[in-house]
């Protein structure tokens, strides 16, 4: 009878239906596939958000239950489901009944662990959504394009007149050349993409590295000043390897059908571009405007990386941390507060490009900024602005968007493409 005793408390319901659980889960984790994942136990604290302590019963009746020794320690990893990360959690924290599991979790969402190395996959589908969201915002982008740069348009013959507003680009834009012109130089813009992402967040990385500020060592804002530095520098390092594709992109979007050359355009594609201006200029020809970008892309980036990293910590804190809304308002004030902030400097960099391969050409930089606010006014280095707001809001729309359909489909929100 105390063998009978002994038997019955080893044997007790609790231990009996976490036994029974743990084999169907590990049958049914068999079945997904055959590739190495994480334990089974890994796997139902993952899926159920295990929190709650374990009572003292059923830790009397498992007390030998550890978590397996490749860990190296009594917890379960951190265990990612789609586009979930769940906290650590110590070994057997539940008191939830795990008799549910069988019905609760199901194998169809049973996520890999997070690898490590996935970097040119998510490099590669970061690519596929920048080439999604400039697309999807490449009409807007062009007319943003033709309305900072009309007043040159109209000085070499291009166009006939100054646009009105946006909305008459888009008509003029489309009765003149068609709907499909609306993406002309969307091609040299994804292009683009590749390696002035992958150029700017590997310099972003050294320099951050070279500068050095900690928060908690430093202060805050030699930290901020820090994220400011290596922001700046971080673009403007890799606007010498991208300029020739970005003046390529501006000339093709510029190219409207002339108004007094029998509606013939001045290049044929992205090649033709890189051959008359090698031809009329040489190589400072793919190059000009080059020093006054290298202003604006300090100043762009450095508030675009600094700011965001800076106030992102600080502003999205408690329940605006996990919140979409917050993230996405604030990503889009400080993308449209860094481009508002840099836009002047951008229509004298776009301004100057346009005079490549033409007779009159500005002497440098301040030459042109002096000339534009003298003939055109102080208004003139903004033309284009109001496109621009809602181009920001189109491509983090449709970025939104994708992210959401990588974790439906995908089971994981790969890079975005936000440069």
Request: proline share 3%.
């Given at each position: 009878m105390r063998l009978y005793g002994d038997a019955r408390r080893v044997f007790s319901l609790p231990s009996f239906r976490i036994l029974s659980t743990l084999l169907v889960c590990e049958?049914?984790?068999?079945?997904?596939?055959?590739?190495?994942?994480?334990?089974?136990?890994?796997?139902?604290?993952?899926?159920?958000?295990?929190?709650?302590?374990?009572?003292?019963?059923?830790?009397?009746?498992?007390?030998?239950?550890?978590?397996?020794?490749?860990?190296?320690?009594?917890?379960?990893?951190n265990y990612s489901n789609a586009a979930l990360q769940y906290p650590v959690m110590p070994s057997c924290k539940t008191t939830m009944d795990l008799s549910s599991v069988a019905t609760t979790a199901s194998p169809v969402f049973a996520a890999a662990p997070v690898e490590k190395g996935n970097f040119l996959v998510d490099f590669l589908m970061g690519g596929v959504s920048a080439a999604v969201?400039?697309?999807?915002?490449?009409?807007?982008?062009?007319?943003?394009l033709l309305i900072q740069n009309q007043?040159?348009?109209?000085?070499?013959?291009?166009?006939?007149?100054?646009?009105?507003?946006?909305?008459?680009?888009?008509?003029?834009?489309?009765?003149?050349?068609?709907?499909?012109?609306?993406?002309?130089?969307?091609?040299?813009?994804?292009i683009r993409y590749f390696p002035?992402?992958?150029?700017?967040?590997?310099?972003?990385?050294?320099?951050?590295?070279?500068?050095?500020?900690?928060?908690?060592?430093?202060?805050?804002?030699k930290w901020f000043a820090g994220n400011l530095a290596s922001g700046g520098a971080a673009g403007a390092s890799s606007l010498l390897f991208v300029y020739s594709l970005d003046y390529a992109r501006t000339r093709l979007a510029n190219d409207a059908k002339a108004a007094k050359k029998g509606g013939e355009r001045q290049f044929n594609g992205l090649v033709d571009v890189y051959r008359k201006t090698l031809a009329s200029d040489g190589v400072a020809g793919l190059?000009?405007?080059?020093?006054?970008?290298?202003?604006?892309?300090?100043?762009y980036r450095g508030l675009y990386f600094?700011?965001?990293?800076?106030?992102?910590?600080?502003?999205?804190?408690?329940?605006?941390?996990d919140s979409f809304f917050a993230s996405f308002a604030l990503g889009w004030?400080?993308?449209?507060?860094?481009?508002?902030?840099?836009?002047p400097i951008d229509t004298v960099r776009r301004r100057m490009?346009?005079?490549?391969?033409?007779?009159?050409?500005?002497?440098?930089?301040?030459?042109?900024?002096?000339?534009?606010?003298?003939?055109?006014?102080?208004?003139?280095?903004?033309?284009?602005?109001?496109?621009?707001?809602?181009?920001a809001v189109a491509g983090a729309g449709v970025l939104a968007g994708y992210d959401k359909l990588q974790v439906l489909v995908l089971g994981k929100k790969y890079g975005s493409g936000g440069a």
């Open positions: 049958r049914k984790a068999t079945m997904i596939d055959q590739v190495q994942h994480p334990s089974i136990m890994d796997k139902v604290a993952g899926q159920l958000h295990l929190r709650s302590g374990v009572s003292s019963g059923i830790r009397s009746y498992d007390g030998a239950f550890r978590h397996p020794a490749m860990y190296q320690r009594p917890s379960f990893g969201s400039k697309t999807a915002a490449a009409p807007i982008e062009r007319v943003k007043d040159e348009m109209i000085k070499t013959g291009r166009l006939s007149e100054p646009y009105k507003g946006i909305g008459d680009c888009f008509s003029r834009t489309m009765k003149d050349e068609g709907v499909i012109s609306l993406w002309r130089g969307n091609t040299a813009n994804v002035t992402q992958a150029l700017n967040f590997a310099f972003k990385d050294y320099f951050k590295r070279l500068f050095n500020f900690k928060k908690d060592r430093d202060g805050y804002w190059y000009r405007g080059f020093n006054i970008s290298c202003v604006g892309i300090i100043v600094g700011l965001y990293d800076s106030i992102k910590p600080v502003v999205l804190t408690g329940s605006l941390q004030l400080i993308t449209n507060g860094a481009g508002l902030a840099s836009y490009m346009m005079t490549s391969g033409e007779a009159v050409k500005y002497k440098s930089s301040l030459d042109a900024f002096s000339q534009i606010l003298k003939n055109e006014g102080a208004k003139s280095l903004f033309k284009g602005a109001g496109a621009n707001i809602l181009r």
